[in-house]
């Protein structure tokens, strides 16, 4: 059966992703970052969505704890305010002080290994350009670049296999991934979006708002619990 990697974050898009990576046929192996975020509780959700997927005795948790010692996020740094909705807390920068300094270039390296050593031919990962277009890191152009890099650094790549990175949702509306969810049964009241990472999802950070919307535009109601 062709096997496919799933960064897990335990978010409403990555999750997605494990539905649809399934839904294409794929042996999905999810794999999930603890960078000393913040949003601490996102990686016990991502164990959630990995049982409720079956793939728990295969779900590999890295640590990547020195992205907190770097700090220069308000996701990893205690001292930086994450910011209410409509507001980037950046200073003199269009990017979002939630942004955290080369954190999708990390996850996709570590990825890569992990889907060559076992023979996968997909990475998926949750990026959406429309909704985080501040992030760099997001952006359609910074995937295409990591897989040329991919190609060249690997045995596979150079043989002629080279892995792929699915973004199947970079271009997608919230409501349009939620809709899509839906349809593929997705678990999202095992799903966390909030940055602060309390026990109920604070709803004015940006991304609980942005969650929030695209469960009304899509016209059904968020299952999990807001303060």
Same mark, same amino acid.
């Given at each position: 059966?062709?096997?496919?990697? #799933?960064?897990?974050?335990?978010?409403?898009?990555?999750?997605? /992703? *494990?539905?649809? +990576?399934?839904?294409?046929?794929?042996?999905?192996?999810?794999?999930?970052?603890?960078?000393?975020?913040?949003?601490?509780?996102?990686?016990?959700?991502?164990?959630? #969505?990995?049982?409720?997927?079956?793939? +728990?005795?295969?779900?590999?948790?890295? +640590?990547?704890?020195?992205?907190?010692?770097?700090?220069?996020? =308000?996701?990893?740094?205690?001292?930086? $305010?994450?910011? &209410?909705?409509?507001?980037?807390?950046?200073?003199?920068?269009? %990017?979002?002080?939630? @942004? #955290?300094?080369?954190?999708?270039?990390?996850?996709?390296s570590i990825a890569t290994?992990?889907?060559?050593?076992?023979?996968? $031919? +997909?990475?998926?990962?949750?990026?959406?350009?429309?909704? @985080?277009?501040?992030?760099?890191?997001?952006? &359609?152009?910074?995937?295409?670049?990591?897989?040329? #890099? *991919? =190609?060249? =650094? !690997?045995?596979?790549?150079?043989?002629?296999?080279? %892995?792929? %990175?699915?973004? &199947?949702?970079?271009?997608?509306?919230?409501? $349009?991934?939620?809709?899509?969810? *839906?349809?593929?049964?997705?678990? @999202?009241?095992?799903? !966390?979006?909030?940055?602060?990472?309390?026990?109920?999802? /604070?709803?004015?950070?940006?991304? /609980?708002?942005?969650?929030?919307?695209?469960?009304? $535009?899509?016209?059904?109601?968020?299952?999990?619990?807001?303060q």
């Amino acid at each position: 059966m062709k096997k496919a990697v #799933v960064i897990l974050s335990g978010g409403l898009d990555s999750t997605t /992703c *494990m539905g649809m +990576a399934q839904d294409a046929g794929y042996d999905v192996y999810p794999i999930t970052f603890d960078y000393g975020q913040r949003q601490r509780r996102e990686i016990e959700n991502a164990r959630q #969505v990995a049982e409720f997927y079956k793939t +728990a005795s295969r779900h590999k948790v890295i +640590a990547l704890g020195f992205l907190k010692e770097f700090g220069g996020s =308000a996701l990893t740094d205690e001292s930086i $305010e994450v910011p &209410p909705a409509g507001e980037s807390g950046a200073v003199d920068s269009d %990017i979002p002080v939630t @942004y #955290v300094p080369g954190r999708n270039l990390l996850f996709l390296s570590i990825a890569t290994s992990y889907a060559e050593t076992i023979g996968a $031919e +997909a990475i998926y990962i949750g990026v959406n350009a429309l909704d @985080y277009s501040g992030y760099p890191d997001c952006r &359609p152009e910074f995937i295409r670049k990591v897989e040329e #890099v *991919m =190609a060249l =650094a !690997t045995r596979v790549g150079v043989e002629g296999g080279p %892995i792929r %990175i699915e973004t &199947p949702l970079i271009h997608w509306t919230k409501a $349009e991934i939620i809709r899509e969810g *839906m349809r593929l049964g997705v678990p @999202y009241h095992l799903t !966390t979006s909030c940055y602060n990472g309390q026990e109920e999802a /604070c709803g004015v950070c940006d991304s /609980c708002r942005l969650r929030l919307k695209g469960f009304d $535009e899509a016209g059904t109601a968020d299952p999990i619990a807001y303060q």
